[in-house]
């Protein structure tokens, strides 16, 4: 098994890293920062992501977590909806439909001058550092709190997210945003996720990213 850990204090005050420059499969983790680009874009080319709609189709499938195909092929969903469920749901069709509008390679394209993700296989299947998912998400902090047409949206769909391992052992998380990855495959085994937490204490971002080698139990 190999781990990285990374707690930051979002004051600037402390921080705590641990084999945070590793390259792990970032599994679905990679979605939150694939959701601010989308927000960015939107609201720099003037798209209305509540009346903006795509066409899902059968060869949107690609399995795996998600609910819009459990509702049927060949409907129209809102670049909203779409997000959204990206975000709560973990939406693989979701991902792969918003993908035909909003590419990878633009995507990569945003996200590697902030210091983001940039050893892309495919969009499920690319590396990232526990120091790049860091970065992603201090971009997403400073987005949501600015006056962005979208930020208020960006915070909804990570505000309102399943399968939040971090919090799971906590005691008190009154609010948290954050977006989990996990995958079983024998190719590249791991679990992770990032989480901005606010306690009583102050705001923090946690991020762990795991890979096992041996057994595909990344959990």
């Known amino acids: 098994m190999s781990i990285g850990v ?14 945070a420059t590793q390259l792990f499969n970032g599994a679905c983790t990679i979605k939150a920062a694939y959701a601010l680009y989308l927000c960015d874009y939107c609201d720099k080319n003037g798209i209305d992501i509540k009346t903006e709609q795509l066409y899902y189709t059968s060869a949107h499938h690609h399995g795996g977590s998600g609910v819009i195909n459990g509702w049927g092929y060949n409907k129209w969903y809102s670049i909203y909806d779409l997000t959204k469920y990206l975000c709560h749901e973990s939406d693989n069709d979701a991902m792969k439909l918003l ?3 909003f590419p990878m390679s633009d995507f990569y394209n945003y996200i590697i001058p902030l210091g983001g993700e940039s050893d892309w296989a495919n969009w499920n299947g690319g590396r990232a550092s526990v120091q790049q998912r860091r970065n992603e998400w201090l971009a997403i902090y400073n987005y949501i ?9 960006l915070r909804y769909f990570l505000t309102n997210t399943k399968y939040c391992y971090l919090v799971k052992g906590m005691q008190y998380v009154p609010t948290y945003m954050h977006k ?3 995958c079983d495959s024998y190719s590249y085994p791991s679990a992770a996720d990032a989480a901005i937490i606010q306690n ?4 923090y971002l ?9 057994t595909g139990n990344g959990h």
């Open 200 to 203: 009583r204490t102050g705001t």
């Open 99 to 101: 993908i035909t509008k």
């Open 180 to 182: 989990s990855g996990w």
């Open 6 to 19: 990374g707690i930051y204090s979002m004051d600037g005050s402390s921080g705590y890293e641990y084999n």
């Open 206 to 214: 946690m991020v762990v990213m795991t890979q096992d080698y041996s």
């Open 145 to 153: 709190n600015s006056d962005a047409p979208n930020a208020e949206n």
